[in-house]
């Protein structure tokens, strides 16, 4: 989506006024996974949208991209069934430390 937009808004992740991490509560969280109501300023007067995946391919892919793409967390899961049903309970459970609380 926003590969789309790129060439005609400065929005999501393109957008400098929210680039970057940001402290969230006890973790931080990439600008464009932030919620606008505790990012006021960079939203002021703008429209803002959701776009809503099914939850269970969110899951596989943010398995698939800490496990299989770019190995963070120093290699704790293996590409498995086991290690992703432990990936799940671990996040869903808050069990993962610095884990993005609104998405990776």
Request: contains cysteine; hydrophobic residues 35%; aromatic residues 10%.
């Amino acid at each position: 989506v926003e590969d789309v937009a790129r060439n005609f808004y400065t929005w999501g992740s393109v957008n400098p006024a929210i680039q970057g991490l940001r402290q969230v509560g006890t973790g931080k969280c990439q600008g464009h996974h932030t919620p606008p109501s505790l990012m006021k300023q960079a939203f002021a007067g703008k429209e803002t949208f959701c776009i809503i995946r099914n939850v269970v391919d969110k899951l596989l892919s943010e398995f698939r991209l800490k496990v299989v793409d770019t190995h963070t967390g120093s290699m704790r899961y293996t590409c498995s069934l086991s290690d992703l049903n432990r990936f799940i309970q671990e996040h869903l459970t808050g069990q993962v430390e610095g884990a993005y609380p609104f998405g990776s």
